[in-house]
């Protein structure tokens, strides 16, 4: 039995079948502002935070 992998184009896919156009702008905006801190917000109390949130949602970064 073939099981299917799980893919972030797969998720993405079932978020715009089931999400309104609103609840997919608030989606994007809420990645973007996540973006927007993670990439520009580098003091060094905040990045170690932001460093260590970044761990724990399963995100490589070194």
């Not at 978020?15 to 809420?30: D, N």
């Not at 801190?37 to 170690?48: G, I, V, Y």
Request: with cysteine.
């Amino acid at each position: 039995m073939e099981r299917e992998t799980d893919t972030v184009r797969g998720r993405i896919d079932l978020a715009a079948g089931t999400l309104t156009g609103t609840q997919l702008a608030l989606a994007v905006g809420f990645v973007a502002a996540l973006g927007f801190t993670l990439l520009f917000l580098q003091e060094p109390l905040a990045h170690d935070a932001l460093h260590n949130f970044r761990h724990s949602a399963g995100v490589t970064c070194h």
